[in-house]
Antibody, heavy 117, light 107 residues
Framework: EVQLVESGGGLVQPGGSLRLSCTAS????????VAWVRQAPGKGLEWVAS????????YYVDSVEGRFTLSRDYAERSLYLQMNNLRGEDTAIYYC??????????WGQGTLVTVSS | EIVLTQSPGTLSVSPGERATLSCRAS???????LAWYQQKPGQSPRLLVY???TRATGIPDRFSGSGSGADFTLTISGLGPEDFAMYYC?????????FGQGTKVEI
């Protein structure tokens, strides 16, 4: 059974930093893209970033480019999202997803990030 | 960036009826790389359809995707109580991956 378990969310002040983690199980972590998709309170879905199976290529939505960094650790079977210079509009539930050629076929339960003073 | 516009915003239907949801793209979605997701309150989204027409594993056949180019449709036949939810379309032919704003299917 594919499972994606996020952690690391919380309350942070504007301009602050936070690192989200996602631990994957139930599939070969070496073979798949993984990604983050977020959902602001009461709003729709927004793709944030994706990373290729080898960890060499990363892609970001423009609004987070230069502030967020995506990485993966194969030994830990984990995905990380380092978020710096956070803004109010980054407040959202962040979902870790398995990204199969752009199709988000499995989703974690999400972790809430709140940016507020 | 491909902008996806879903209509209607809210669809009121009765159990057992058919629901037809539309997703229009601002430009052609190459290879019909269009997916549909269902999200119930307090839950994570779930993949329903990809490639515009292919149901994901375990999705009942009352969910049917159709369309091509820039116009796509999700049809839910014989709505059950568990089908009342938000539905999102998403394109994956180009970056950034983009979603429609969603259609709420309510009783």
């Amino acid at each position: 059974e594919v499972q994606l378990v996020e952690s690391g969310g919380g309350l942070v002040q504007p301009g602050g930093s936070l690192r989200l983690s996602c631990t994957a199980s139930g599939f070969n972590f070496y073979y798949y893209w993984v990604a983050w998709v977020r959902q602001a309170p009461g709003k729709g879905l927004e793709w944030v970033a994706s990373i290729d199976p080898h960890g060499n290529d990363t892609y970001y939505v423009d609004s987070v480019e230069g502030r967020f960094t995506l990485s993966r650790d194969y030994a830990e079977r984990s995905l990380y999202l380092q978020m710096n210079n956070l803004r109010g509009e980054d407040t959202a539930i962040y979902y870790c997803v398995r990204d199969t050629f752009g199709v988000f076929d499995f989703w974690g339960q999400g972790t809430l990030v709140t940016v507020s003073s | 960036e491909i902008v996806l516009t879903q209509s209607p915003g809210t669809l009121s239907v009765s159990p057992g009826e058919r629901a037809t949801l539309s997703c229009r793209a601002s430009q052609n979605v190459g290879n019909n790389y269009l997916a549909w997701y269902q999200q119930k309150p307090g839950q994570s989204p779930r993949l329903l359809v990809y490639g515009a027409t292919t149901r994901a594993t375990g999705i009942p056949d009352r969910f049917s995707g159709s369309g091509s180019g820039a116009d796509f449709t999700l049809t839910i036949s014989g709505l059950g109580p568990e089908d009342f939810a938000m539905y999102y379309c998403q394109q994956y032919t180009t970056l950034p991956r983009t979603f429609g704003q969603g259609t709420k299917v309510e009783i």
